[in-house]
């Protein structure tokens, strides 16, 4: 197995496996300092902080002005910053308009507000599909909109990462900014769903 | 580092309709290998995105398998350290086939510096 053909093939574990100890034996990482950023990802950063984001925009007219306007702004307001979550912009949905997101490239998405991108978003026929006919895709995944609701897909890139403002459910008058942000779904801020009162 | 969950309000439950982060260990390792290296500032986020795009784009000219969309991302990974001229592909060709050739139940050598004389020509 000496011959360069047969190393593409190898299993992606010991890739990994190999570089991180070429980079650690540079002293460019640390085991446990990948240990925290890995347990960071996985425990505390999600789409709860989207979720969030979106109830105080539901409850807080003023907040909901601000983060349209400057969403990377009103949501470091909350507390919720970092890599990828620099150029953050906020679509709308309405009684007329209905926004989604994809990254046709890659997979772009805004980790601080919805943490790393579900298996789908980063799926090939996601990607290109969600351009060509993203209704059609969007009924698939269980979403049906009416012929006269306009359909804005956003397509992510390095200057701008897109988070979706659902509508706020009817019925939910009742509810506090921490039981609305329990509605919210990580779908719903990707625009492949609606928020539903529960 | 913070290992807590976030168990306050109604939204602790973090998967309200999601998945694992990470299907294999490996996954988080490569993930956290670039921020680790974006941290570091030996390159960007940005300059990380376009060997990832390159290297989606490799696997859609010419798809082999399932998409796995990590094994791209350690493919931009290891071309980007490589074109940064921080470890070389073929250094990182020969450590890995030499893991891959251990033996079941193996010792993890993790950052060892006998790799190099591996016997893996067979």
């Known amino acids: 197995m000496a011959d360069t053909n047969t190393t593409d093939r190898l299993p992606p574990a010991v890739r990994t496996e190999a570089l991180e100890s070429l980079l650690t034996e540079r002293g460019l990482v640390k085991s446990e300092v990948l240990d925290g950023f890995i347990n960071r990802f996985v425990n505390d950063v999600g789409p709860m902080n989207g979720a969030k984001v979106v109830a105080k925009a539901w409850t807080d007219p003023d907040y909901r002005q601000h983060l349209l306007a400057d969403g990377t702004g009103a949501i470091k307001e909350l507390g919720f910053a970092g890599p990828q979550g620099e150029h953050i912009v906020v679509v709308e949905n309405s009684d007329d308009v209905h926004n989604v997101v994809v990254c046709t490239l890659c997979s772009c998405y805004p980790w601080p507000v919805l943490g790393l991108p579900p298996e789908w978003y980063k799926d090939p026929a996601y990607r290109s599909r969600m351009v060509r006919e993203p209704r059609t895709l969007l009924s698939e995944m269980g979403l049906d909109l009416d012929d006269d609701v306009e359909v804005r897909v956003w397509d992510s890139s390095a200057e701008n990462r897109y988070l979706v403002l659902p509508q706020r459910p009817e019925g939910t008058d009742d509810l506090g900014e921490d039981e609305l942000a329990a509605l919210v779904t990580r779908d719903a801020m990707v625009g492949v769903a609606k928020v539903s009162a529960g | ?122």
């Not at chain 2, 939204?11 to 309200?16: G, K, Q, W």
């Not at chain 2, 974006?38 to 990380?48: I, L, N, Y």
Request: proline letters at 6%; zero cysteines.
């Open chain 2, 1 to 122: 580092m913070a290992l807590t969950l976030d168990i306050e309000g109604p939204a602790a439950p973090p998967r309200l309709n999601g998945e694992l982060v990470f299907d294999a260990p490996w996954q988080g390792r490569s993930f956290a290998m670039a921020m680790a290296l974006v941290e570091g500032g030996h390159f960007t986020w940005d300059d990380f995105r376009d060997h990832l795009i390159a290297a989606v784009q490799r696997w859609e000219s010419d798809p082999v398998g399932e998409y796995r969309y990590y094994e791209r991302w350690q493919e931009a990974l290891e071309s980007i350290v490589a074109e940064r001229e921080i470890v070389a592909g073929s250094e990182v060709d020969e450590l890995a086939a030499a893991y891959a050739a251990r033996p079941p139940g193996h010792d993890h050598d993790h950052g060892g510096h006998d790799h190099h004389h591996h016997d893996h020509a067979h």
